[in-house]
């Protein structure tokens, strides 16, 4: 009877499995909204988005952020005594408004559980920096230096990782380089391309693919 019993149970699990198989749904796919926290080499941002779908597994939407950068030259130093952190060489105060035209992908949709989602994204648009600078001693004296403001247009991509909460909701993590040089420095500097870490958190209306 075990003997018995142990031969039905191979002979059935390749038909379990198979059922299983058959009775997956189709991957998901939808319009996408919600709230990104970014932190860069040198600061750090918040802002939005929203993606509308499109076929393909792809979405095209807009972002918008706000970005507090640290001074290049900025750091601080740490005093056992008071138990306190001194910063040195905080002159400028930089800040950079980005909005983009973005296109995302989803990759190999049918081989992956939808709760995993890979996929690989770009961006375009135009940055407004703004940095209002401290008053710096120059000679004995106070010099207020000139607040700047400057556009440029800048490109990002990045590779990332949805990874799905509840049916609606999903938490997004993606390493992406961003590239952006100004035709006149601000904050000393022209060049303020950066390595950054995108994390997300959306909701996603799903509609037919």
């Known amino acids: 009877m075990n003997r018995l019993f142990s031969i039905l149970v191979i002979l059935c699990v390749p038909v379990f499995l198979m059922a299983q198989y058959e009775d997956l749904e189709p991957p998901q796919h939808g319009t996408e909204y919600g709230i990104g926290f970014t932190l860069a080499m040198g600061g750090f941002g918040l802002g939005g988005y929203y993606r509308h779908a499109l076929p393909g597994y792809m979405g095209l939407g807009v972002s918008a952020d706000f970005y507090m950068m640290r001074d290049d030259k900025e750091y601080e130093i740490y005093d ?23 296109l995302k992908k989803r990759l190999f949709p049918d081989d992956i559980e939808d709760n995993f989602r890979p996929y690989i994204v770009g961006g375009a648009g135009g940055v407004f920096g703004m940095n209002f600078p401290r008053k710096t001693q120059v000679e004995g004296g106070d010099y207020p230096r000139k607040n700047e403001f400057r556009f440029t247009l800048d490109f990002y991509f990045g590779f990332g990782v949805d990874i799905t909460t509840n049916e609606d909701y999903y938490f997004s993590i993606r390493p992406q380089i961003r590239f952006v040089q100004f035709a006149q420095s601000i904050a000393g500097d022209r060049n303020h391309s950066t390595f950054e870490i995108r994390l997300e958190l959306g909701k996603r209306i799903v509609t037919q693919n």
């Open 80 to 102: 056992p005594y008071s138990n306190f952190y001194y910063q040195l060489n905080k002159i400028n105060r930089l800040f950079f408004i980005p909005i983009h035209v973005e």
